[in-house]
């Protein structure tokens, strides 16, 4: 079956634009999440969610960021008012539940701001 | 303090050899240790895992050795090859929550022929 597809798989903006990155996860996978990978660092936690509610927002750098998701399928991130520092591949993963193991990783976005 | 540090940052290996990657924690209150692989353009793959209560674990060439007291724990890659060429993760899930994985920095492996 597919796995977890991001889109889109580049953006490079200006800064001071907002920025939208997409995450579809595997289908029937109620957990979702999302990471930020700065070059050549390990992957930083942002957010997740069970379903549609995200009951942990504290891995957010700042209050520029957000993110959403619709029911238990796709999920957007939103980057505010962007800066170069957020510059790096955002990562998107689901698991079965919050109580599988595994997380499943899309291929990322990586953003680019000038 | 939640965090993972992992060493080496870059290991150059020969074909046919073992590559070995550590990674040390300070936090106790992880109770689920994966390593994940990840090419370039592709997000990390889950390669294995292991619990706090299991010393070693091994599937193929790679096996988890754990160390509970020294909280360390390492990958080992026996007979590398080429296509092991990839950064490796070391993770630690926060226990009692959401799967919440803290990562290593990473470390960069060559495996040459």
């Known amino acids: 079956g597919a796995g977890v597809s991001q889109s889109p798989s580049n953006k490079v903006t200006e800064k001071g634009k907002d920025v939208e990155l997409r995450c579809d996860p595997i289908?029937?996978?109620?957990?979702l999440y999302w990471y930020r990978q700065r070059l050549g660092q390990g992957l930083e936690f942002l957010i997740y969610?069970?379903?549609?509610?995200?009951?942990?927002k504290s891995g957010l750098p700042s209050d520029r960021f957000s993110a959403e998701r619709t029911g238990e399928s796709v999920s957007t991130l939103t980057i505010q008012r962007t800066q170069q520092e957020d510059s790096a591949v955002y990562l998107c993963?689901?698991?079965?539940?919050?109580?599988?193991?595994?997380?499943?990783f899309g291929p990322g976005t990586r953003l680019t701001v000038l | 303090q939640q965090q993972v540090k992992q060493s080496p940052q870059s290991l150059i290996v020969q074909k046919g050899g073992i590559s070995i990657i550590n990674c040390a924690y300070e936090?106790?209150?992880?109770?689920?240790f994966p390593w994940y692989q990840q090419f370039p353009g592709k997000g990390p793959a889950l390669l294995i895992a292991?619990?706090?209560?299991?010393s070693e674990k091994k599937e193929g060439r790679f096996t988890i050795s754990f160390n509970k007291s020294a909280k360390q724990f390492s990958l080992h890659i026996m007979d590398s090859q080429p296509g092991d060429s990839a950064t490796y993760f070391c993770?630690?899930?926060?226990?009692?929550?959401?799967?919440?994985?803290?990562f290593g920095a990473g470390t960069r492996l060559a495996v040459h022929p």
């Open positions: 936090n106790t209150a992880f109770d689920y």
């Open positions: 969610f069970q379903g549609n509610s995200a009951p942990d």
């Open positions: 289908s029937g996978h109620t957990a």
């Open positions: 292991i619990r706090p209560d299991v």
């Open positions: 993963a689901s698991s079965l539940g919050l109580a599988r193991d595994e997380q499943f």
């Open positions: 993770a630690a899930r926060v226990s009692g929550g959401y799967n919440k994985l803290i």
